[in-house]
């Protein structure tokens, strides 16, 4: 069965340290989607993909934080320096594509931040 | 600006109870998803509704749509205590192709 792969599972690391995590979205899914999730809340929509395109970053933080998808298919979010209210869970998503008729979105199994 | 709202946002009860979690929203929207969290884990689509009285149903839950009410019901029969989860709605923006998320709502089925 296709899934969203993401890398590492969890990681831990030090305030004003870089992180990155990487995504790899279902095969022939168009439209990729980073969240950032805080315990107990819903997910947050930091930035959204089509093919290589960002439709929209509008909740990322740019100053610290990037989202690049260079060839259309897998991605990474990297944050630089890391903040303590960066810990968070951070999920990658994939649809089939803009315009399809149903937006169904898979998740991949996230990465869990803790910022010491 | 676009609401989603689910209630209860918390919800213990017994096994073989039945309830229900309610989400609704403030914009038209005749698509809408719900979703499954187990603690520490990622999400996990539960069900797609597509259309006004679209009705869908897995083992002890079944989800429905009104669009005209901007109302969504999640329904859970006799509940047993592997259905304990955050379930979550989302409402399709078909403006952006984006889910507009609900805070979701935490279930715990006691033995």
């Known amino acids: 069965e296709a899934e969203v792969a993401q890398s590492p599972r969890y990681k831990i690391t030090e305030k004003s340290q870089a992180v990155a995590f990487w995504c790899d979205p279902i095969s022939g899914h168009a439209t990729l989607y980073w969240y950032r999730q805080i315990l107990g809340q819903g997910p947050e929509l930091l930035v959204q993909?089509?093919?290589?395109?960002?439709?929209?970053d509008s909740q990322l933080p740019k100053d610290r934080f990037s989202a690049e998808r260079l060839k259309g298919v897998d991605s990474t979010l990297k944050i630089q320096p890391a903040e303590l209210g960066d810990s968070a869970m951070y999920l990658c998503?994939?649809?089939?594509?803009?315009?399809?008729?149903?937006?169904?979105?898979?998740f991949g199994p996230g990465t869990r931040l803790t910022v010491l | 600006e676009l609401k989603v709202e689910q209630n209860p946002l918390f919800l213990s009860m017994q096994e073989e109870k039945n309830y229900t979690i309610y989400c609704n929203y403030s914009?038209?929207?005749?698509?809408l998803y719900w979703y499954r969290q187990d603690p520490g884990k990622s999400l996990e689509s539960l069900f797609v509704l597509l259309s006004n009285g679209a009705v869908k149903q897995e083992g002890r839950l079944m989800a429905s749509l009104d669009t005209k009410a901007r109302l969504s019901t999640l329904h859970i029969t006799a509940a047993v205590h592997d259905l304990s989860a955050t379930y979550f709605c989302?409402?399709?923006?078909?403006?952006?192709?984006?889910?507009?998320w609900g805070a979701g709502t935490k279930l715990i089925i006691k033995p």
């Open positions: 989302a409402v399709d923006m078909d403006s952006n192709y984006q889910l507009i």
């Open positions: 998503a994939s649809s089939l594509r803009r315009g399809a008729a149903v937006n169904e979105q898979f």
């Open positions: 993909f089509q093919d290589e395109s960002v439709v929209d």
């Open positions: 914009t038209t929207s005749d698509r």
